[in-house]
């Protein structure tokens, strides 16, 4: 038995009449793990299959292929998989209504988390990683509604 293809919707995919909107891309080792991570999980919308996957997640678009060489419009610019590992200098943050309940629903359906939701004043907050390690925070303001900060690091202070 194969898995069923999502049907493309391409009136849906990404593309302004005017101004601008972000999206994120990734690149994926396999497109079709991945998409089902970003629908399944955590309930985004398949908007074209492949080539490149699109997915509707919320009020956002995540895109996703393979790897590659480079191409003309990117000379000398290789697409390659992510290595995760202890370090990041990017992550993907989603703002939920209800962080227990999402905690909750997602690892029942599999994700896995770095940890569950911990209270951190402005915000209650937790990481989980995609199929390809992509770290993802999910957070829930709390403390920030009511116009507490998050604390500064010591490295942030002066002197």
């Known amino acids: 038995m194969t898995e069923p293809q999502p049907s493309d919707d391409f009136a849906a995919f990404p593309a302004p009449a005017e101004g601008m909107l972000v999206t994120l891309f990734i690149t994926v080792r396999q497109v079709a ?3 089902d991570f970003y629908s399944r999980v955590l309930g985004g919308t398949v908007v074209i299959a492949e080539n490149p996957c699109t997915i509707r997640l919320a009020n956002s678009w995540i895109i996703m292929n393979p790897g590659g060489p480079p191409t ?3 000379p000398g610019i ?3 998989d ?3 590992g202890n370090t ?3 992550f ?3 703002r939920v209504a209800d962080i227990q309940a999402c905690y909750e629903e997602w690892k029942a359906k599999g994700a896995e988390f770095v940890t569950p939701p911990m209270d951190r004043g402005a915000e209650t907050r937790c990481y989980l990683r995609d199929p390809d390690g992509y770290l993802i925070e999910v957070g829930q303001s709390t403390g920030l509604l009511q116009g507490h900060l998050a604390a ?4 942030d202070l002066p002197g």
């Open 72 to 74: 003309p419009d990117k």
């Open 78 to 80: 290789s697409l390659v």
């Open 92 to 94: 993907l943050n989603l």
């Open 152 to 155: 500064k690091r010591p490295e």
């Open 82 to 84: 992510y290595e995760p």
């Open 33 to 35: 793990r991945s998409r």
């Open 88 to 90: 990041t200098s990017i």
